[in-house]
T-cell receptor, first 115, second 111 residues
């Protein structure tokens, strides 16, 4: 499976500011995904990022709040904009697997606390 | 009602026990089913993936899917303290890569 790294691993931010999270994969992948895991809850898909096209956002998530870049086949960024304490969460990137079974492999996550 | 329901636990078992973890779902379009293990402060790790109904075995792990009942299970044989983690089920529709997750079951294997 692909090796996925995320930066930063954790951060504490002030409300009203923005944070950009980086996701790096050690091999080229077609699809990358961004999820949010709020405390005590499950993973919720924010958006799907394909190289060379606009990200596709899930219901309840908008580009102005969570802009995403996908400049090449091994890298993506997610920005959490104009943060509020409700944005405190773990943000995870994932990549699609090599089979047709829709499996995904996840990075270690970025733990964000907004004060 | 959530699309995927999973008992949050915690489920506590003695070492060596057989563990049964389960999820129910409401969306009949789900075709692909996965189980992930997540240790504290780590990302989810893929354990098993299956398509449609049936069983799949991998070492101490067996995944079962019963689409008629909209019910999936993960069995862990000879459980070890190192199996202590949160187990997440996930599923997706054909032609769509997005995964829908259960809320996770926390498992504790007592030595």
């Amino acid at each position: 499976s692909a090796v996925i790294s995320q930066k930063p691993s954790r951060d504490i931010c002030q409300r009203g500011t923005s944070l950009t999270i980086q996701c790096q994969v050690d091999s080229q992948v077609t699809m990358m995904f961004w999820y949010r895991q709020q405390p005590g809850q499950s993973l919720t898909l924010i958006a799907t990022a394909n190289q060379g096209s606009e990200a596709t956002y899930e219901s309840g998530f908008v580009i102005d709040k969570f802009p995403i870049s996908r400049p090449n086949l091994t890298f993506s960024t997610l920005t959490v904009s104009n943060m509020s304490p409700e944005d405190s969460s773990i943000y995870l990137c994932s990549v699609d697997g090599p089979t047709s079974y829709n499996e995904q492999f996840f990075g270690p996550g970025t733990r964000l606390t907004v004060l | 009602q959530k699309e995927v329901e999973q008992d949050p636990g915690p489920l506590s078992v003695p070492e060596g026990a057989i563990v049964s973890l389960n999820c129910t779902y409401s969306n009949s379009a789900f075709q692909y089913f996965m189980w992930y293990r997540q240790y504290s402060r780590k990302g989810p790790e893929l354990l098993m993936y299956t398509y449609s109904s049936g069983n799949k075995e991998d070492g101490r792990f067996t995944a079962q899917v019963d689409k008629s009942s909209k019910y999936i299970s993960l069995f862990i044989r000879d459980s070890q303290p190192s199996d202590s983690a949160t187990y997440l089920c996930a599923m997706s529709e054909a032609g769509r890569r997005a995964l829908t997750f259960g809320s996770g079951t926390r498992l504790q294997v007592q030595p």
